[in-house]
């Protein structure tokens, strides 16, 4: 391995010997498939608050711990999301049940909606149809890379159909009209299974998603003429209209006034897959008994009712509340430093999952890499002249609450800064499923993306294709953007999708059989080597000068988006 890439700053007697050990570490020596097992198998999913993710904590200190790690512990935060009106509990499934009873008998592919409550045990009704409108999800989707799309498709001679119109966009109803639609259907849902929303006519993907992206497409991100990534801003409503979010909050009102027994959601993704995320009130007060049905079941109940024949289902869900998840934590550890051991290069990802699977690769996989980069450097013994510290963060999937509290714990921000403000040097971020780092953005000047991308050139024959600097203090994605949120230094590492995109993220298909071994070991050995570089150099990463830092985001806090119940008003 030839490190003559690294920057002046980080050359120091023995940091190439260093690399070379860490790469033989994990080649001779690896545990990562040993720790994912560990984190996905044995101990997720690892929802926020429940007992699963605090056992995984503790597990995570007694690890660490044994490979010589130091001053490991948890630290506490309290679980309140922006939309939730007091401090969340922990949530769980304990039991459930989903069947066809009547014309058809079978089993039904499901997931429960998190923070939402059991049925009063077993349940049997009627299907009906609800079709609210402001529910469907607007057309097209979003290209992360902003490349170029998926070739046409050959053409051929007309089918012999009707041509199909492209479907418009829906609109959004203003509170009138979603009044005036309920109003229409109360009758409907009492004592009623209620489907909420038409079947979605998910349709085939003809170019599917390459498990690695292009060499063209990581240059376009991260090589010479590579131009900042942001996530685009949502568009603005016309004044009056409801958004997704109000329009589904106001209809699980609207079922609990009226009697409805459970409701059900179209998962709207192919092949089974399913995607059951939270009743945003974090209220399972404010909601009925809820699932998310797989795309198919959904779309054969469907048209079986539009034939005008009844259906029948059974449902039993058994839901938990654990009281103490109120107070999350997130896990630290530490390789002290030396002569700059005041000074602090960080290292993490969240630890949390969604429920659905086992949280394998979104984002077990991550905080695996980075325990096993924390390991690896443990094992050598290294003395770096910056304290290492590792971070597994909670609260992730509600928000990034974990990671911001712990930012504003301990840094405050640019504007109202702590004392340990001007001590962390950086913070390295994984946290998009199996593959290696292929990229990394780094929040600072041009400076900062060049010592990053130094410290991680020469894994270039593994496929590392650069860094890119960012001014945006903005949050969204992952928990590095806490940190640019503050004004320091995040380091968001990028890396193929392989099925993250298309079948693992947030589904239940988010196992341990999804992680590529070979990708996770070359992670590991880059994290350890750019780590340990950073935290052997003579200058921190460069960061704006005062008077460049670029304007403060505002970060909605605990409770602040939370809603007051509305009833619909009779006509």
Sequence with gaps: MILAALPATAQAPGVSDVYAQIRAEETNNSKIMWIIHEVADVYGPRVTGTPNLKAADD?????????????????????QPPSAATPVPGWENMELLAEAVAPFHGQLMVKPLAWTPSTKGVVSAKVVILDPPGLALPSGGFNFFGGPPPPPEPK????PMPAKDKPADPKQPTQAELDAYLNSVKDKVRGAIVFVGKHVEVAEEMNPAPMRRSEDEWKSRFGPNAKPFRFPEQPKLAEGQLTRQEV???VD???????????????????GVIIAQQNATY???RAVPT????????GRISRILSDGAPVTLRINIQNKEYPEGTTAYNAIGEIPGTDKRDEIVMLGGHYDSWHDATGATDNGIGSSMMLEAARILATLHVKPRRTIRIALWSGEEEGLLGSLAYVQQHFGSFENQKPEYAKLDAYFNIDSGTGKPRGAGVFGPAAAADMVRDALNPFADWGFMGATASDSRRTGGTDSTSFNNAGLPGIGLAQDSFDYGSFTHHTNLDTYERIYEEDVREG??????AVYAIAMADQMVPRFKDAEMPKPVPEPGP?????????VPAN
């Design 59 to 79: 597990w995570a200190l007694k690890t660490m711990a044994s490979w010589g790690l130091v001053n490991t512990h948890l630290e506490p935060w309290t679980f």
């Design 156 to 159: 051929w001679a007309t089918p």
């Design 248 to 250: 589904s909050r106001q």
């Design 253 to 271: 009102q609207f079922l609990m006034d009226n009697g409805a027994l459970v409701r059900v959601n179209d998962a709207g993704r192919a092949h």
């Design 283 to 285: 209220d399972w007060t």
């Design 291 to 298: 699932l998310v049905m797989r795309n198919e079941d959904y």
């Design 524 to 529: 590991a050995v880059e994290i350890a080597s």
């Design 559 to 567: 409770g602040s988006q939370a809603t007051k119940i509305r009833h």
